[in-house]
């Protein structure tokens, strides 16, 4: 059988992942508290854009769990070229991490507007 270089080192990444190890993931309800959005003032359905890009509106589809860390993350939609997004909520670049300005002003990644 032979493998192509994409294979093997997606399995050398999976051998050297932290989790490889411990491959169970959270218990269910515990995984579910991580995705109420009430947390994250998110609301799903709503419509938001970006601070790069005011005119360009993004609709929030759910919130989501990143399989590799089980970190919670936004599912998101562009209404200009329906591509879907996914974003972690907290961390660098973020969709609640705010970004300071090159002015110095501090200013939200995402802003909800009224769609």
């Known amino acids: ?15 050297l992942s932290p989790k490889f190890n411990n491959m169970a993931h959270t218990d269910s309800k515990d995984l579910q508290a991580k995705l109420e959005p009430t947390q994250y003032n998110i609301e799903v359905g709503a419509y938001y854009h970006h601070y790069k890009n005011p005119q360009t509106h993004y609709k929030v589809l759910n919130l ?11 599912v998101y939609q562009s209404m200009t070229d ?34």
């Open 1 to 15: 059988m032979q493998y192509d270089i994409k294979s093997i080192l997606n399995y050398a990444i999976i051998l």
């Open 64 to 74: 989501a769990l990143s399989e590799w860390d089980e970190e919670p993350a936004v």
């Open 82 to 115: 329906t591509l879907i997004w996914v974003r972690r909520i907290n961390g660098e670049n973020g969709w609640n991490t705010p970004v300071t300005l090159d002015n110095s002003q501090i200013v939200n990644r995402f802003e909800r507007v009224e769609g």
